[in-house]
């Protein structure tokens, strides 16, 4: 038996689950402190079925603190960045475009040096050796502990990355290191801006990890847990503490992933409706469809891997309101205050859930609370709700013809009928807790997104080695090496390059390696 766990910002949901099977499932309150939370939700599914932790054989936990925590500017540490470019791009300096709120506690403390490549891994400079080390030097006098390291077209070459990361370490060892290479793609500001973020988060991610980790000891748990990705697989505990900017987006593809395993339906469209947002994204064979263009976070674009997720102001406590220009909904909502604030509940205030409660299609709380309301507001509201879906799912489709609509989350009362541009609409058993049961699914995936030349590799050689890369990355990330198998490869020629340059993507997904576990 395993558990899922998603930490979202109001409710914390738990599944426990045997094989493909969900034995429990429970929402609860998330807590400030996050562990107690998630302590309280396993011990109520554990409750639920007698289960005994000496069972339960892995914890899978997606959580959103470090994506709030990043868009917030909270809780960040100050970053030092060591970019390998001169003589090129000196014209536009790192962090250049975030904004004041993120750009004050990490600070703009950077450091230029001659070096990077050409398109084809070519040196444009030898890397200054000297610089980097008095840069270190620097940093470690200024009391900053965590460095970025970006490069040009890294992602064909992290030799000069990686030959930088070790300078630190010999003049600073207590320094936490991220590398460009490891995150993001083609496009060195797009690629920084991922490899500042995730240093900005070097304290969060111990702290968050270990709340984890105590929250199991004081559950008896000794078994091991994985963070979610945001591509809708798992990396262990340690991976995650190194790389906390993965989880981003991680509780949107965790409602997907628990919707195509309770649907059964691999390709189509999900559509998660929470509290304030409604989140629609695209199934393709089970996982989200990665988005193709720079995604901004908190006000600055990034380019590593984000799920192609629209969010849009709709929700299960988005508030209505007539006013003289007609009918509106949200983008405000009551969120976690529902209970205590929609009519039904008692309250005062006027909600998409009352006027579901009103329709006669949704049966909680006290509908005599808003039997008052005119009718005609009340399917206006409706024909509203149902129409800002439709148009969410029309914008996420890739083509004309009809597609399933999956719908999960606990606002998905809202939608009573079947929806314009879906084939079908379904709403799985236990969508409520979609996201719990998207973290429980044990799956690990490694992907790699290079460059390469045909010219100088050949083709063949070029997509093997993308493929073991993507394999070893699996494994690092907790894989069972015998499990993995290859999901996807793309290739894209890059015509305005020469020498045969082409664009590998390719992911490998594996089981979790959980024989070296077993109790």
Do not use: W
């Amino acid at each position: 038996m395993h558990i899922g766990v998603d930490v979202g910002g109001t409710n914390t949901d738990a599944a426990l689950m045997q094989g493909n099977s969900v034995l429990a499932s429970i929402k609860s309150p998330t807590t400030e402190d996050i562990g107690s939370g998630v302590v309280g939700a396993i011990r109520s599914v554990l409750d639920q079925t007698g289960a005994d932790v000496s069972q339960i054989t892995s914890v899978m936990i997606g959580t959103t603190q470090f994506t709030n925590a990043f868009v917030e500017g909270k809780k960040l540490v100050p970053v030092a960045t060591f970019r390998a470019a001169l003589p090129a791009t000196e014209s536009l300096l790192p962090m250049v475009e975030f904004p004041k709120h993120l750009a004050d506690p990490i600070g703009r403390v950077s450091y230029l040096f001659k070096g990077g490549y050409e398109f084809d891994g070519r040196e444009i400079a030898p890397l200054d050796e000297a610089a980097v080390a008095e840069a270190a030097r620097d940093m470690k006098k200024r009391g900053i502990s965590s460095a970025a390291v970006s490069c040009v077209f890294t992602p064909i070459n992290d030799a000069m990355e990686k030959r930088i990361a070790e300078i630190i370490r010999a003049e600073a060892p207590d320094t936490r290191i991220t590398l460009s290479s490891e995150l993001g793609r083609v496009g060195l500001i797009e690629r920084e801006n991922a490899t500042i973020m995730n240093a900005s988060l070097a304290d969060l991610a111990i702290t968050v990890v270990n709340a984890f980790r105590s929250a199991l000891a004081e559950l008896n748990l000794t078994c091991p847990f994985y963070i979610s990705q945001n591509d809708g697989t798992l990396m262990s505990a340690e991976f995650a503490e190194k790389y906390p900017v993965l989880t981003f987006a991680s509780g949107p593809t965790n409602s997907m992933r628990g919707a195509a395993f309770l649907s059964g339906i691999k390709d189509g469209i999900v559509v998660d409706i929470g509290g304030t947002t409604s989140d629609v994204g695209v199934l393709k064979d089970g996982f989200p469809r990665e988005s193709a263009i720079s995604v901004d976070i908190g006000g600055v674009r990034t380019n590593f891997r984000m799920p192609d997720v629209l969010a849009i102001g709709v929700g299960g406590g988005s508030i209505v309101r007539q006013t003289d220009k007609g009918l509106t909904i949200g983008p405000d909502s009551v969120a976690l205050n529902l209970l205590s604030e929609a009519l039904v509940f008692g309250g005062k205030t006027l909600t998409t859930t009352d006027i579901s409660v009103a329709a006669g299609y949704a049966d909680i709380g006290d509908k005599s609370k808003v039997a008052h309301l005119d009718k005609e507001m009340v399917a206006e509201a409706v024909e509203l709700m149902h129409t800002m879906i439709e148009e969410a799912v029309d914008r996420v489709k890739s083509g004309k013809g009809n597609v399933p609509v999956i719908l999960v989350g606990g606002g998905s009362i809202l939608v009573n009928r079947d929806l314009k541009g879906a084939s079908k609409v379904v709403k799985p058993e236990l969508s409520g807790t979609a996201n719990a049961i998207g973290a429980g699914l044990a799956q690990v995936g490694g992907e790699v997104d290079k460059i390469y030349s045909y010219t100088h590799l050949g083709r063949e050689d070029s997509i093997a080695q993308a493929k073991e890369e993507a394999v070893e990355r699996a494994v690092s990330a907790g894989a069972d090496r015998q499990s993995i198998s290859i999901v996807n490869l793309e290739e894209l020629p890059l015509a305005y390059l020469p020498a045969g340059a082409v664009r590998i993507k390719t992911k490998a997904i594996g089981d979790l390696a959980l024989e070296e576990f077993a109790q």
